[in-house]
């Protein structure tokens, strides 16, 4: 398996304004099958509330070249703003640079994964290339944000309905593997 690891760090709020938060993000990426024109998968990531989903984006972007095998890509956000709400577009082309017409695309909707002072982590297997532009996005709630739980995987990250775990525990999960179809990385 192709492993593609960047330190894409994305200054999505105040830069410089002392503490801050991290999230690590972590995708699967699925196979090319022989048959599609689909050669690469751009990443973008954006504030919510700054980068609605139907619009084009600039900035900061991973492009991941595919492959014959599933491909990682994995990737660091950082904020001082942990109010953030994050929205992550995946963009699959035929060109490097995505400018191509007919590009399909994932969306996924990231509520409150920042914590300042803290690192989380979020991770998704891509199973397959989608055929469409989507009409709504993944909606991946805070509770499903990994962090600042150590032992046992929980079946939520968060303590009670109103609270995750980073709000009131000062420790920072270690990395975990990540599986898609038998395919295993550490994130």
Do not use: N
Request: with cysteine; aromatic share 6%.
């Amino acid at each position: 398996m192709p492993a593609l690891s960047a330190a894409l760090l994305c200054a999505v709020a105040c830069t410089g304004c002392g503490q801050e938060a991290v999230l690590d993000l972590q995708l699967m990426l699925p196979a090319v099958p022989t048959s599609s024109r689909v050669q690469y998968a751009q990443i973008q990531l954006g504030r919510a509330a700054d980068h609605p989903f139907e619009a084009a984006w600039g900035g900061e972007e991973l492009t991941v070249e595919l492959g014959e095998a599933p491909t990682l890509a994995q990737w660091s956000v950082v904020t001082a703003d942990p109010e953030t709400d994050l929205h992550v577009k995946v963009l699959f082309c035929e060109l490097r640079d995505c400018h191509d017409l007919g590009a399909t695309e994932l969306w996924y909707a990231i509520e409150h994964p920042f914590y300042l002072g803290r690192r989380t982590s979020w991770a998704a297997c891509v199973t397959a290339i989608p055929a469409d532009v989507p009409t709504d996005p993944v909606e991946v709630g805070r509770c499903e944000v990994h962090g600042c739980l150590v032992g046992d995987v929980p079946p939520s990250w968060c303590r009670t309905e109103t609270e995750h775990y980073c709000e009131t525990l000062d420790t920072d999960r270690p990395p975990e593997e990540l599986s898609c179809d038998g395919v295993h990385a550490s994130y």
